[in-house]
């Protein structure tokens, strides 16, 4: 007897190859002897969008764009196998590459696998980004020590210098301090290439929010001979995003743009809202299947040329380095855009300007209550009781205790958590707790922890400088301040009096 003729085993062959398709991350369907489409999973309907539906019984070579669709269809039929075919696509959406592959099955049939080049890119990226935010975590901790020594000591040289310092002496640490926040600036870049930055994001009205930006640039960037336009939707959507990275984005490209327009042109910033039925490929970014909200960026400057557009985004490449280019511009504003939920896409010819796309998630909350203004600063509280200063790091400890006992603090110094657990065992009860966040043996967040076991609601100042490290913590705990390395004196003292000013 054939096998064909016994139904309940036909249906339990079907339901086995509909569960293997499920179980494969990629996008597959299940052919008949014909190359005919048995059965599909949700990674092919996804990859293809609501409008290219997958019907049983159609040809496979109808998964394909209409000019692959003759070798698709050689291929299917025994013909030799493509490198690369890319999806079918709406008009109007870029066509997915995929790299196809077919495996032979009993009775003729076979499995088809459609491999999205996009997933190997993005899983190289994700472990470049993975080595580069370990190494940019632990440049950011050593560098940031480093740095704050150097400004607490270029802080301190001018104060000893007296209320009229020689011109010459004010001048060389004015260039020291200038170095060393050039430092922790290329530390802050890093971060956000790696995606490792602590944002503060809520909802912004980002039509609003490009008219602030403008403004500003209409003062500070644009040179003569550009002009700016607005080309803003009607009506206007919210986004989620820090505000001041989202500045920090439209700022680095407007400064792009300006640099390439050496002649002269137009700089345009718009709004707007995009629908994508199935996934986009772009460069740096492949955009997924959803409703975003577009920002836009362009310029009518000469263009980016074809063999250098997909290198803009690496990190330490330029094009500009006897201007002074570090190559970190376009690595970091694409990280901030990723961090934030959203992707870029640039577009680019020759002689035809060059256009970047922002797309991030649409959101339907209304917005946020305005902020209330800061209150003007008024003098530093001394608390009842010593300060608690918890650092691994000598010159730090030294440069820390020797600025809050000028501000008039009583200080008790730790070198490392479980000495300063040790002294609050013997009676110490401080009236605040600065530490820093990763140290030898017991880390910052868990010295802050413990100790508040025993004394509830002790004020805790977090130092670090590698602002990752306590996300965890301003999560946990909602009364913990932190303070990011690299740090001058006074901007130590004034986080400390932020944290025991009287409610």
Known sequence: MKWWRFPWRRQAEARLSQAVLDGLPDAAAWLDDVGCILASNAALRQALGPAQPVRRRMPASQLFAAADRTAALSWLQGGRAPGQLRLAAPQGIAEQPVLPHRIPLPHGESLLLLRQVASRDNAAEADRLQTLGTLAGGIAHDFNNLLTVVLGASEDALRLAG????????????????????????????????????????????????????????????????????????????????????????????????????????????????????????????????????????????????????????????????????????????????????????ESAAGQGTRFRILLPRVEAPPEAPRPTPQAAIPHPVPQGPILLVEDEAPLRRLAERALGRAGHEVVVAEDAESALELVAGGLVPALLVSDVAMPGMDGVALAQALRRDLPGLPVLLVSGYANAVVEAQLAEANIRYLAKPYSPSGLVDAVAEQIRPA
């Open 163 to 346: 209320p009229a310092p020689d011109p010459a002496l004010a001048a060389e640490l004015a260039q020291v301090r200038q170095a060393a926040e050039r430092g922790a600036l290329l530390v802050r870049q890093l971060l956000a290439y790696a995606r490792q930055q602590v944002l503060a994001p809520r909802l912004v009205e980002l039509n609003g929010a490009v008219e602030g930006i403008a403004r500003l640039l209409e003062r500070t960037v644009l040179r003569q001979g550009v002009t700016l336009e607005l080309a803003l939707d009607d009506p206007g959507r919210q986004v989620l995003i820090d505000p001041s990275q989202l500045d920090r984005v439209v700022m680095n490209l407007a400064m792009n743009a300006r640099q390439a327009m050496q002649q002269g042109g137009r700089l345009q910033l718009g709004t707007g809202r995009l629908v994508l039925l199935s996934a986009m490929p772009g460069v740096p970014d492949t955009v997924p299947a959803g409703r975003w909200t577009v920002l836009e960026v362009a310029d009518t400057g000469p263009g980016i040329p074809a063999d250098i557009l997909p290198r803009i985004f690496e990190p330490f490449f330029t094009t500009r380095i006897d201007q002074g280019g570090t190559g970190l511009g376009l690595a970091t504003v694409h990280g901030i855009v990723r961090q934030s939920g959203g992707y870029m896409v640039v």
